[in-house]
């Protein structure tokens, strides 16, 4: 009997462990390190976070604002992903040196190349000053006031937190505001390229496998902090030494295989986990679909022209797979969403939230919140419609307006601040426009146009268009518009703005292609934005209470922060799942799952000769496991854009991987995680050796490496 009882206790804390969650790690005693120890971890959360040693966390700096990163040797090196670092390898490119075809490596630290505003940055502390930024807050009544004064709490702390000259502060709200978070950062600025395979690995099965498993991608580039000579940070100089780190993984070379313990550490960017069902069930039925159809259309025209035409292929390349992440990603949330049922889950929570807010007596705090919710969802449907459709159609996906919005901005600078600010903008303006023109192609664009608009006046909300936009034909308007518009090269434009600010402008309000953007710009701003802002304020504030009757009512749940950007611990086991019916997705991918996929000469699936000839010598060295070289595996870590380039960490605290991605029928994670579909993708980390080693022969990085074999000690 006692040992049921301990066998069905022992069976509970296992699933729930399985539940996903992104976790605070200076806050990990107790319930979360319990789980892991249960999943199998054998270090400690110490081990993960300390104030008074080095810990994991010193080894895990967040790279560059949007991705994540983790130091592996004593002298500064970083691994990262290959679309992390894709910007610095194609600034460091030029057509005698394309690294992004080729792929560079420095074998001695001499070549190692400098990168201009690219840094990293790392957590020295995390302290809990919700005390501190609430203060005098809950006597204020208006929502309005109460932000002002947490804005006022903050700068002071800011100010007056304890740190050293070099360091940062940084505050940071968990949970809508219910907590408030202090981390004290440090950021390195001298950060050189040190390698990157050639894309055809490091990008290898591009958009058609982007999201999706199996996978094949050698997702990874090395890079090097550089400090000054006490190894503090310091802007890029010749004299700087490479950074010795509080600490580095080492490098397992034993492996994974299905159930083991892994963890990843690293910055999650956004996830809204705590939406009541309205707003769950507004992204899946009306949000989603709007922004797939519009970038849909987007795609559809620009994939015809790169098919056809290979310098627009280059020209689009990447701003098509900048389009297309998003694009496949909701349309994946959207089906997982479905799928699990989401909205009835959240209705059947909420059910019980309402039980629960009876029991507790606390009616007059919380009885109105759900239907408050559901009244504000109705309201700002339209609104919220109507801001996608301007954002997709207008700023993100036709290259013409959104440069128009920019100028559009420019008229607006003047009549806000005059001449000065009008100038200094101005010429902002034509200096970042001129790359954007390199590879801009009217042909294309102009039938992006036709379609995006004839999509924005059919189907957003009618009651917000100008009236001039509500019966307009948009292939005679893009036909018109890029035809006598000034917009549309780089010369016309930069006489377009040449003159005085009043000459400017005049000569402006005559294009047709900024009149068109004037006149929708300024409808949206008026009709659509202020309402929308309003009613989302009163959503936040809702959000905000919600959250804090479910940490009150629910003591017992497995409740963790949305993610925000800061730095975050996640674990579960390495596992296959069953994406559909009687289909069984297996763990791991091997090298011969690349031959498989393998299209000579085709610009996702090519693989370089010197790859094909390793495997057909069967040469992988220490790194291939019974003859077979292991590429990528999956695990229920639960993770979002911004893990990418996380490590992935076996029990004993050494890297097994590099997370990179999701599975597709698990893209939905960021609003509904649920455990029998949402993967987290990695690249195994033997699989990074090989290719450093054995494929580019870059043995000088492998010796400053730390490789273990746990299992075997
Ligand atoms: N889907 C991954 C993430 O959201 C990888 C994106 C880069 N790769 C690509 N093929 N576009 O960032
Ligand atoms: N690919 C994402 C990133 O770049 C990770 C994810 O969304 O799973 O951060």
Not at 80 to 89: E, K, S
Not at 461 to 474: H, Y
Request: charged share 25%.
């Amino acid at each position: 009997m006692k040992f049921l009882k301990l066998f069905l206790l022992l069976f509970i804390v296992q699933t729930q462990a399985q539940q996903g969650g992104m976790w605070v790690p200076s806050l990990l005693k107790g319930m979360n390190e319990s789980e892991m120890k249960n999943l199998g971890m054998k270090i400690s959360a110490e081990d993960i976070y300390s104030v008074n040693k080095s810990s994991l966390k010193d080894a895990v700096p967040q790279f560059n604002g949007g991705c994540t990163s983790e130091v592996i040797s004593p002298k500064g090196l970083i691994l990262t992903n290959h679309h992390c670092g894709f910007d610095a390898i194609q600034n460091q490119s030029s057509v005698e040196k394309d690294y992004l075809t080729n792929g560079f490596w420095a074998y001695n630290m001499k070549e190692e190349l400098p990168n201009k505003d690219l840094e990293v940055t790392f957590i020295v502390s995390i302290n809990d000053v919700t005390k501190e930024i609430l203060e005098g807050v809950n006597a204020l009544t208006l929502e309005t006031e109460k932000q002002k004064k947490i804005q006022e709490n903050i700068s002071k702390l800011n100010l007056s937190f304890k740190k050293e000259a070099w360091q940062e502060n940084r505050i940071r709200s968990f949970f809508e505001g219910n907590q408030y978070i202090l981390f004290v950062i440090e950021s390195f600025k001298d950060v050189r390229l040190v390698g990157a395979p050639p894309s055809s690995i490091g990008k290898f099965g591009s958009d058609t496998d982007n999201w999706v498993w199996p996978r094949h991608t050698g997702d990874f580039s090395l890079f090097r902090i550089y400090a000054d000579k006490n190894n503090r940070p310091a802007e890029y100089s010749e004299d700087n030494v490479p950074y010795t780190p509080k600490h580095f993984l080492p490098i397992s070379l034993d492996g994974i295989k299905e159930n083991d313990f892994t963890m990843v550490l690293g910055f999650p960017g956004r996830t809204q986990e705590y939406l009541p069902s309205f707003a769950v069930a507004q992204i899946q039925n009306e949000l989603n679909p709007a922004k797939i159809e519009i970038r849909d259309a987007a795609l559809k025209v620009q994939d015809g022209f790169m098919r056809k035409d290979n310098a627009i292929k280059i020209q689009y390349a990447s701003k098509y797979a900048g389009v297309a992440n998003y694009w496949k990603k909701w349309i994946g949330e959207t089906m997982g969403l479905k799928k699990s049922n989401a909205v009835a889950k959240k209705q059947k929570e909420e059910v019980i939230f309402k039980e629960n807010v009876a029991k507790a007596g606390k009616q007059n705090e919380y009885g109105t919140l759900l239907s408050d919710f559901e009244k504000n969802y109705v309201d700002i449907k339209d609104y919220a419609l109507a801001r996608d459709y301007f954002t997709e159609v207008f700023l993100r996906n036709t290259e013409l307006l959104s440069t128009a919005y920019k100028i559009y901005q420019l008229e607006q600078v003047f009549n806000a601040k005059g001449e000065q600010a009008f100038n200094d903008r101005k010429n902002n303006l034509l200096s970042s426009l001129k790359d954007f023109y390199k590879d801009f192609n009217p042909t294309v664009d102009e039938k992006v146009f036709e379609k995006l608009v004839d999509l924005y006046v059919k189907k957003s909300p009618k009651q917000f268009l100008a009236n001039d936009l509500i019966n307009i034909n948009a292939t005679s308007l893009s036909s018109d518009i890029y035809k006598n518009s000034k917009l549309v090269t780089y010369d016309q434009l930069t006489n377009l703005l040449t003159g005085d600010a009043k000459s400017v402008i005049a000569n402006l309000n005559n294009d047709k292609g900024y009149l068109f953007v004037k006149q929708a710009a300024d409808q949206y701003l008026k009709q659509v934005l202020p309402k929308f802002d309003e009613i989302n304020l009163k959503n936040a504030s809702l959000q905000r209470t919600y959250m804090k009757a479910q940490l009150e009512l629910n003591k017992k749940a497995r409740i963790f922060p949305d993610a925000n950007s800061t730095l975050r611990v996640t674990y579960g086991k390495v596992k296959g799942y069953e994406p559909k019916d009687a289909t069984l997705y297996m763990t791991t991918t091997y090298l011969d799952g690349v031959m498989e996929k393998y299209v000579p000469g085709d610009y996702e699936f090519d693989v370089p000769k010197k790859l094909v000839d390793l495997y057909n010598a069967k040469d992988y060295g220490s790194y291939g496991e019974n003859g077979k070289m292991p590429v990528c595996f999956i695990g229920t870590n639960h993770t979002t854009g911004g893990n990418s380039g996380s490590p992935a960490i076996d029990a004993k605290g050494n890297l097994i991987g590099l997370n990179f991605d999701r599975v597709w029928e698990g893209t939905m994670s960021d609003i509904n995680y649920d455990p029998a579909i949402c993967r987290n993708i990695m690249v195994d980390a033997r699989y990074v050796l090989f290719i450093i080693d054995k494929f580019a022969g870059a043995k000088n990085l492998i010796d400053e490496m730390k490789l273990v074999h746990p299992k075997k000690k």
